[in-house]
């Protein structure tokens, strides 16, 4: 293989043995998204080739039992829901992991990060549960209906915070004790010393994290499908009811047959176009550091 | 790149085939009980379709198994189409349908097992008790948007409907003559449940979920009411005596003509002996 | 980090230690909402018979014996199809791999996408390929090699940090001992990288453990114990969807089922906190 030659250490058997194995683990890892992104094509194959790509950002509107495939309005409502929840996630979470690192006592700061762990492994069904049930009334009580872009916003908001509070807290770890120490020598205050030389030199374990919640922000789908109302609509307001593409596959999916069930095929694929972009934009702004 | 996908390629599909050895091993026990038995009785029914259904065929197939312990009986919910698919493709023995079979289904066998209505609901601090069926078209086709225009509170309307493809919608759909194009709804909902619990939150809300969950929500102090529909009071025995205009049959259907342990389990399901499940449920028994 | 500056001294000084501070309570105050509201719902359903019995009447009563056991075993099979081949990819890309080579480059990427593919289009493919293309069906096999795709980059990037934070002069002294590569990786890397290791086996059991979007279409929704990996079988947390969602009554037990889920992870957590402070105290003792 092309790579061979740049492990110039593998001189034992056993260690070309290893190579090879390791090589054939990592590229069952790195294919499983190319067979994924197959599977979706094939799927969605039918409807695409029918009526083509066009329709599905054209069409009047989503009736797809009628033959209407218009996907930007929920296109629309992952993109709201998204950036709403990542703009309030991103403070809240840094926040949270320079709290546990410069201003809380050890003892606190064990607890704490301890609370938000647990809140990485709370299943989406039970964010969504408790947003059906306290927070959408919550809402519906301030502006009808009740179900809406912004309890999506907020359920996504606490929903994503550990994922970004635990790479926050994790790059910070990261940063060089002599650069505080230093710091402290020159008798910056507190704040100071997070602001001009902690942020900078953790700048990408925290850019890493965004990128992270981002790409949850745009997956979440249980919770998602409890608490947004799910009309198909492009929102003109933060009270209006929205549809994810995500909700969308999971609402119908089970219900869905021939042309209609490929068109759902289509908002997967849209979802993993997304992500990619995604991925592009990490590595174009962080130039392959996304991995540390 | 394309000879690491090669290579790569050829190593997944040692490793699945591996894990299928692996499966069919760990399998061997049930594999031998279904092929070896010659009691019509016994191996595994796979039951497949509307997530209305599955609760109480999943309840009825374990009282099944009590009384034939070789059987097993396998619920997957879904939605009824699913279940049309699963029967027709071969995936599933029996497959769960929670609306009347539409007529390019005639090519299977069907057998009602219960009947559950489609009630209105509001929330319960809404004074409004029964809607015409115009008043419910108006409101669901977003001509009338306040409880004001049918007598009640000076509230805006948050209609609650079914997503695509729900037998719940069609049922709806059917009886009130609409299309789906035609509604505009505030929420769409998934499942019953979700139905309830969003017009239990919203004092202004009105939508449309089984009699049967609706009725026991209500007795278990949820903060909703069922309206009458042409005048007849929604209730499980409005479903019952047939007077209930909005009501579905669930159906079990199969591919062929049912025999063996399916035509055995089917027989059950609609017997008598079925009937104390179905109410346990909050579903109508048919009446034989 | 001890000492505390004096709020006063500093207006910016001052506002930051009040957003910070805010920032975490409010955090804490949300957090504790909503395990106060599960705990409290919950509680007075827990007991040791709810753990063991199976469900009654679609779940309304009765317990989640083999709820427990299917959600066991999917988390086994995803473990033990995702560790082997995640250690691998994660060695191969820290320790043999240079960050220029192509084959690394491409992984990377690869990965880097899977970690945001979302849950339900992973249901979509685990419907797709295990339980039609392989002929697996709804089984708990299915379920957890759905999941197993899913967790694999989490337990990839952990691994590869746990990796790239031992000292390089470690591998420089085993070089410079005449250590085949094999015998370092296995005697000096692997443990050193225990800690990194078990953060990420800890995320992604907690993904695994709280995914309901891939599980619905894979391992499906039969209630009973389970008698091989081929039968389906109902994970905990699409009971508690089920519960919640679908059935009339449910919401008690399904408070109790999440509650449940909590402890089970608060115990996971903990454990691996545990293995990895004791795991990093033993490797400094060592050095």
Redo the contacts between chains.
């Keep these: 293989?092309?790579?061979s030659h740049?492990?110039i250490?593998?001189?034992?058997q056993?260690?070309d043995l290893?190579?090879w194995?390791?090589?054939?683990?990592?590229?069952?890892?790195?294919?499983?998204?190319?067979?994924?992104v197959g599977?979706?094509i094939?799927?969605a194959l039918p409807v695409l080739s029918l009526i083509g790509l066009g329709r599905f950002f054209t069409d009047p509107?989503w009736?797809?039992?009628?033959g209407?495939y218009n996907l930007t309005p929920m296109l629309w409502g992952t993109l709201f829901a998204m950036a709403g929840s990542v703009l309030i996630a991103t403070?809240?979470g840094i926040?949270?992991a320079?709290?546990c690192?410069?201003?809380?006592?050890p003892a606190v700061a064990r607890s704490?990060r301890?609370?938000?762990?647990?809140?990485?492994?709370?299943?989406?069904?039970?964010?969504g549960?408790?947003g059906?049930?306290?927070l959408?009334?919550l809402i519906?009580d301030i502006h009808?209906?009740?179900?809406s872009l912004l309890a999506g916003i907020l359920i996504l908001t606490?929903m994503i915070?550990p994922t970004i509070?635990?790479m926050a807290d994790?790059s910070l770890a990261n940063v060089p004790q002599h650069y505080l120490r230093g710091a402290a020598a020159l008798g910056l205050?507190?704040?100071?010393t997070?602001r001009g030389v902690v942020f900078p030199a953790a700048k990408s374990g925290l850019f890493t994290g965004v990128i992270?919640e981002t790409?949850?922000a745009?997956?979440?789908?249980?919770a998602i499908?409890?608490v947004c109302?799910?009309?198909?609509q492009t929102p003109s307001s933060l009270f209006d009811?929205i549809?994810t593409l995500?909700a969308n596959?999971?609402?119908?999916?089970?219900?869905?047959?021939g042309d209609?069930r490929a068109a759902?095929?289509v908002s997967?694929l849209v979802?993993?176009a997304m992500?990619?972009g995604?991925?592009i934009a990490?590595?174009w702004i962080s130039r392959?550091r996304?991995?540390? | 790149m394309y000879r690491y996908r090669d290579s790569s390629g050829l190593k997944v599909g040692h490793v699945f085939s591996a894990f299928l050895v692996l499966a069919l091993f760990g399998a061997h026990d049930t594999a031998t009980a279904q092929t070896t038995a010659p009691d019509p009785l016994s191996g595994k029914l796979v039951v497949t379709g509307s997530s209305t259904v599955a609760p109480l065929i999943a309840e009825i197939g374990k009282r099944f198994e009590r009384l034939n312990p070789k059987v097993r009986v396998d619920v997957q919910t879904g939605g009824s189409s699913r279940g049309v698919t699963d029967v027709r493709q071969g995936l599933a023995d029996i497959g769960m349908i929670s609306r009347a079979m539409k007529d390019d289904e005639k090519d299977l066998h069907a057998f009602t097992v219960a009947r559950d209505g489609v009630g209105i609901i509001v929330h319960k601090d809404n004074p409004i008790r029964t809607l015409s069926d115009e008043q419910v078209i108006a409101i669901y086709t977003g001509k009338i948007t306040n409880w004001k225009e049918v007598g009640g509170k000076e509230a805006a309307i948050t209609v609650v409907s079914k997503a695509e493809g729900r037998s719940t919608l069609e049922v709806f759909l059917h009886y009130f003559k609409l299309k789906n194009t035609d509604i505009k709804p505030h929420v769409v909902i998934g499942d019953n449940e979700q139905g309830v619990k969003t017009v239990a939150g919203n004092r202004n809300a009105i939508g449309y979920v089984s009699i049967g969950t609706a009725e026991y929500d209500e007795s278990q102090g949820v903060p909703i009411t069922l309206l009458s529909t042409g005048g007849v009071p929604a209730s499980t025995e409005s479903v019952r005596n047939g007077t209930f205009p909005i009501s579905r049959p669930l159906h079990i259907v199969t591919r062929t003509a049912p025999a063996g342990l399916a035509k055995a389990f089917i027989e059950y399901a609609q017997s008598k002996a079925a009937h104390d499940l179905i109410t346990q449920q909050y579903f109508v028994p048919l009446a034989n | 980090m001890a000492e505390t500056l004096n709020p006063r001294q500093d207006l910016r000084e001052w506002l930051a230690f009040v957003l910070v501070w805010g920032a975490a309570a409010v955090v804490t105050a949300v957090f504790c909402w909503l395990l106060g509201d599960i705990v409290w719902n919950g509680l007075s359903r827990l007991s040791w018979t709810f753990l063991t019995a199976p469900p009654e009447s679609a779940g309304r009563r009765g317990g989640i014996g083999p709820i427990l056991v299917s959600t066991f075993l999917i988390l086994g099979v995803c473990l033990s199809v995702s560790l082997p081949i995640g250690v691998g990819t994660a060695v191969l890309l820290a320790e043999f791999t240079s960050d220029q080579s192509l084959f690394g480059r491409m992984t990377r990427r690869s990965l880097d996408v899977l970690a945001g593919v979302p849950s339900i289009v992973f249901g979509l493919f685990g419907n797709a390929f295990f339980c039609k293309t392989l002929g697996l069906g709804f089984s708990i096999l299915s379920g957890g090699l759905t999941l197993a795709c899913m967790v694999l980059p989490i337990l990839i990037r952990s691994t590869e940090e746990g990796f790239r934070a031992v000292p390089a002069n470690y591998r420089l002294s085993a070089a410079a001992l005449g250590l085949s590569r094999s015998t370092t990786l296995i005697h000096l890397l692997l443990p050193a990288a225990v800690p990194g290791l078990l953060v990420g086996l800890v995320l992604g059991i907690g993904r695994a453990i709280a995914e309901t979007a891939a599980l619905i279409f894979t391992s499906g929704y039969v209630d009973r114990m389970p008698e091989s990996l081929l039968d389906s079988g109902r994970a905990l947390s699409i009971h508690i969807f089920d519960l919640s969602m679908n059935v009339s009554g449910g919401d008690a037990n399904a408070y109790a089922s999440a509650l449940v889920l909590v402890i089970m992870l608060l115990l996971i957590n903990g454990t691996a906190a545990w293995l990895a402070d004791r795991g990093l105290h033993r490797r400094i003792v060592t050095v």
């Design positions: 293989m092309t790579s740049s492990n250490l593998c001189r034992w056993t260690d290893l190579c194995l390791l090589r054939g683990l990592a590229a069952i890892a790195g294919l499983v998204v190319v067979v994924i599977f979706l094939a799927e509107s009736h797809p039992a009628e209407f403070p809240l926040l949270s320079v709290f690192h410069h201003y809380a006592p704490y301890r609370l938000i762990e647990l809140l990485a492994g709370i299943p989406s069904v039970v964010y549960f408790w059906l049930v306290v959408v009334p519906g009808p209906p009740g179900p606490i915070l509070t635990l994790a205050p507190r704040w100071a997070i992270l790409g949850r745009i997956g979440e789908t249980m499908l409890m109302g799910n009309v198909v009811p549809r995500t596959i999971a609402l119908e999916m089970a219900y869905a047959l209609h759902l095929f997967g979802l993993m992500i990619v995604l991925a990490a590595e392959g996304i991995y540390g």
